[in-house]
Each structure stands twice: as C-alpha cells, then as structure tokens.
C-alpha cells in the first residue's frame, strides 16, 4: 500500500504564499526505484489539472506555465516529503490541491492517468 497525505493549505490574500506539504509512505512505497511526485488541482466546475511535478531519481522539474515563476517544486529524499512553494499566489490559484505518485514514472508526466496513487486534497482560497 502507498499512503499519501498533503498539508499546508488555507486561506491567503492575493500576492501572499502558502507552503505545501506532500508525505508519502508506505511498504510498497519504498520498493519503487523510480517514481514522479506531482501536484495537481481542481477547482469547483473544472477538470483536474497538472501544477508540477518533481522526478525522485534526479530531481528533475517540470511546471504548468499558469505557476511557471511563481511555484517551486523541492523534495527531502531523507523525510520522503515533497513540498510546493506557492508565492504571488493569484485568486486563479484557487482550487482542492492534490499530491500523486507515478510508481513507474521514468519521465515526468502532466497526465492525470499516469499517477497511481493520490492523496485526498487540501484546499488552498486566494481572496482578492
């Protein structure tokens, strides 16, 4: 089983940051050799979209253009953790934001059906 749990949202004015926190664990979770963690989010009314996404083998980045600038992707290897940096955050930014893990990821993925295991969501509100 892999467990996948986010932090860090809540309430935030325009142009204010917000950090959030991805944990992932799990005894399936630590036989992975490599895998993405990315982030996605879904606001009411729309589909659920790529924010970005992180590779855990090379750390490489990947980022939709909408954060490009704004957000930072950052892992601790040690914690198994995986954080989004949200700064100039707009009222656009609103939404339910989701940590995944893509357990066969050789290459960063924006497609939701590559990620296998999700964690429930935490709400991030941008008031303008």
């Known amino acids: 089983q892999v467990h996948v749990a986010e932090s860090g949202g809540g309430l935030v004015q325009a142009g204010g940051s917000l950090r959030l926190s991805c944990a992932a664990s799990?005894?399936?979770?630590?036989?992975?050799?490599?895998?993405?963690l990315g982030w996605f989010r879904q606001a009411p009314g729309e589909e659920r979209e790529f924010v970005a996404a992180?590779?855990?083998?090379?750390?490489?980045?990947y980022y939709a253009d909408s954060v490009k600038g704004r957000f930072t992707i950052s892992k601790d290897n040690a914690k198994n953790m995986v954080y989004l940096q949200m700064n100039n955050l707009k009222s656009e930014d609103t939404a339910v934001y989701y940590c995944?893990?893509?357990?066969?990821?050789?290459?960063?993925?924006?497609?939701?059906?590559?990620?296998?295991?999700w964690g429930q969501g935490t709400q991030v509100t941008v008031s303008s």
């Open positions: 992180i590779s855990w083998s090379d750390g490489s980045t």
């Open positions: 799990g005894r399936t979770f630590i036989t992975f050799s490599s895998f993405v």
């Open positions: 995944a893990v893509d357990s066969y990821g050789a290459s960063i993925s924006i497609g939701t059906r590559s990620y296998d295991y």
